[in-house]
């Protein structure tokens, strides 16, 4: 079944980075965007940026831009998300969530979500 | 970047009744592209409604979407256990970022 798969949870110290992970399956990879979501504790939701699977573009909200970096595998159908220069306001659970790219249909399937602690 | 801002934030209502879940942006959404998410708690948000009016895969009829350029609606029939959640709004598909609104919590009364 079409499933987007994330790796686990990670407990970090400030100013480190962090790399999840997000393997899809059931599905044409390069068919489809992907979008990275974030939802601090007890708090809405956050869009971060996408990635295109075909050519590896990206594009991010403009508080991400220069610290979170977008990277795919088409061989193993990953995606990754890195965030860098880690600070506690970054704890949060981080979502994949794929959307076709052609037909406007909005986020239509979601990883489960990796938790990221950032302590000291 | 389009400021999404649903109401009310909390909605009390008891099963059997409908819900009307409003989201207003701060400009035009390209396309109609709004999208409705529900979240529940520990989950990842699910797909309802795409494109201001249509059902996502497996979304019953009692969810329905409607409005265009600014002003969005979400309606729930007959409301279920299972319905008591909370619901996001999103512009998806123009320019980035594609924001969500604040939420709105509907709960059990």
């Known amino acids: 079944q079409v499933q987007l798969v994330q790796s686990g949870a990670e407990v970090k110290k400030p100013g480190a980075s962090v790399k999840v992970s997000c393997k899809a399956s059931?599905?044409?990879?390069?068919?489809?965007?992907m979008h990275w979501v974030r939802q601090a504790p007890g708090q809405g939701l956050e869009w971060m940026g996408w990635?295109?699977?075909?050519?590896?573009?990206?594009d991010c909200a403009q508080k991400f831009q220069g610290w979170v970096t977008m990277t795919r595998d088409t061989s193993s159908s990953t995606v990754y998300m890195e965030l860098s220069k880690l600070t506690s306001d970054d704890t949060a659970v981080y979502y994949c969530?794929?959307?076709?790219?052609?037909?406007?249909?909005?986020?239509?399937?979601w990883g489960q979500g990796t938790v990221v602690t950032v302590s000291s | 970047e389009i400021v999404l801002t649903q109401s009310p934030g909390t909605l009390s209502l008891s099963p059997g009744e409908g819900a009307t879940l409003s989201c207003r942006a701060s400009?035009?959404?390209?396309?109609?592209?709004l999208a409705w998410y529900q979240q529940k708690p520990g989950q990842a948000p699910r797909l309802l409604i795409y494109?201001?009016?249509s059902r996502a895969t497996g979304i019953p009829d009692k969810f329905s979407g409607s409005g265009s350029g600014t002003d969005f609606t979400l309606t729930i029939s007959r409301l279920e256990p299972a319905d008591f959640a909370v619901y996001y709004c999103?512009?998806?598909?123009?320019?980035?970022?594609?924001?969500f609104g604040q939420g709105t919590k509907l709960e059990i009364k």
């Open positions: 969530a794929r959307e076709v790219l052609t037909g406007y249909k909005a986020f239509d399937i």
């Open positions: 059931g599905y044409t990879f390069t068919a489809y965007y």
């Open positions: 990635i295109n699977p075909i050519s590896g573009d990206t």
């Open positions: 400009q035009s959404v390209s396309g109609n592209f």
């Open positions: 494109g201001a009016s």
């Open positions: 999103q512009h998806y598909g123009g320019s980035p970022p594609y924001t």
